[in-house]
């Protein structure tokens, strides 16, 4: 079975071309797949398959070709994945499937993306809802009164913002901040440290996940509390954020926030047969 | 570049054949190749070169015909791994260049090796050498007095009983065991329960690397240890040993301890241009 890897921000993926809708990914192989030791590794599965041949996905077949079966390390379905989804498109060019532009089906909608001149992908994320500040406990007790808010966009994040490089560097997230009142559904939590005008570094606390080395969602909701914290809201100027797998641009538009940066393809795989077969009957 | 990933009970390799020995290998492209999120992923590099065509394995090539040019993750030379060298020969067999059995060259010395009708791979690895007992203070004060021995096989250990599997499965091992005293290069720490007659348990902290699943020298010098304590030495007689990431048996005979186990290859690679071009000048 082919298959490859790939990366965005060292958010990273294990790609199956799947075009006919004739693989049965079952949650089984998924982390078998992405387990780091014993299989290739990654934070997520992105299975390719044209829309027309997926349950989810024909609904979106008139205005989007391909469909972006996007699957947690764990197994589990997810909506979409900003950074995923640059990977993808990279892979849709790297096939001859797409060209400069594409519209990608997901769980979540439809999400457009095009590719600079400079190989980087930019990809609309959708509009960001800034909901009232709210107190946030986290591991370093000092930023407890630094919370700037939360974000949706829709998946919910809390924003908080540090002081200096030291406590950004000096934080602690091998277990989940402690965030009062949480979010219904849980919350990412990014801390923001701001490096210059419309410049910041971050880091995140993935649900789920434990700290990861960007978060797609969470650097356009981490621009999006920062510029309503001063007042700059939806100008369509470009802000800077690094984490620590890289750095990506965002532009706060009328449309909703758009995302750039990076989309790595590392290696095309041939998944061995006899490892496949052990995966799928969890024998490994 | 073709490449391949494998794994020996969770130990897992970036294979790099290279029988010309034209591939100039940096510690560069070692490190991007062993990330676990910008690269492929591994606990090491085993490039595979005909001993004629290698400066360390030329001296070996009348008696071995292939060289295993071991690298640590870090990008650093190593002398050998046994389970490292299940993958290597398992990778050999699978490109058809030997048979059942296999002498490979090694920094450590001609390693010999052969495979099971179970597909499992044997390696003979050196006589151990056990030292007297040694105390060790331990993340788990409680194991203090317990320690067994130190052995080199010919890498440092020092073997640890624990009483329990809820000792063995609660250990911190995130930092390194304090021993004291040290050996002159350091040590891996092998915690051992004893889960029946000639089966044991263990989880081992490796210099320079931490808590990894598995470690083929580790569960020899457990064996050695342990045999040793209880006054059966080289009888050849099997050991069973379960480590995180799957069972190796072992058997301590005259000329040396034997270790076999499993050797898994998972994929096939072929990485990309751009991808190697990046990651050789550190521009990932």
Redesign the interface.
């Known amino acids: 079975m082919r ?1 490859a ?1 790939g ?1 965005g921000t ?3 993926f294990v790609l199956l071309p799947d075009l006919d809708g004739a693989l049965r990914l079952t949650p089984e192989l998924v982390r078998a797949l992405c387990d ?6 990654g ?1 997520g599965v992105l299975r390719l398959v044209r829309s027309d041949n997926d349950e989810d996905g024909k609904r979106f077949a008139a205005e989007a070709e391909y469909f972006m079966d996007y699957r947690n390390a764990d197994g589990s379905l997810a909506e979409t994945c900003g950074n995923g989804l640059r990977v993808f498109v990279r892979y849709l060019q790297r096939l001859g499937l797409v060209g400069h532009s594409a519209a990608v089906a997901t769980r979540g909608g439809i999400m457009r993306a095009r590719s600079g001149s400079d190989g980087d992908i930019t990809v609309a994320m959708g509009v960001p809802r800034v909901l009232a500040d709210r107190p946030v406990v986290t591991a370093a007790e000092s930023a407890a009164r630094r919370s700037l808010a939360a974000v949706t966009i829709p998946n919910p994040h809390v924003v908080v913002q540090v002081e200096d490089e030291d406590e950004l560097a000096g934080l602690d997230l091998t277990t989940a901040p402690r965030v009062d009142p949480a979010l219904p559904h849980g919350q990412n939590v990014e801390f923001v440290l701001r490096r210059g005008t419309r410049h910041l570094a971050m880091r995140v606390h993935e649900r789920g996940s434990g700290e990861t ?1 960007s978060c797609g969602t969470g650097i356009c909701a981490a621009v999006a509390a920062v510029a309503t914290a001063e007042g700059l809201g939806a100008d369509a100027v470009q802000w800077r954020v690094d984490v620590p ?1 890289g750095r990506c641009t965002v532009a706060w538009t009328a449309d909703g926030i758009e995302l750039t940066g990076p989309a ?9 047969e ?2 496949m077969e052990a995966a799928r009957s969890e024998r ?1």
Chains 1, 2 share one sequence.
């Open positions: 298959a890897k990366h060292q958010n990273d780091r030791r014993a299989g290739i590794g934070d080395r797998g790595v393809i590392v290696a095309d795989l041939e998944l061995d006899r490892w490994r």
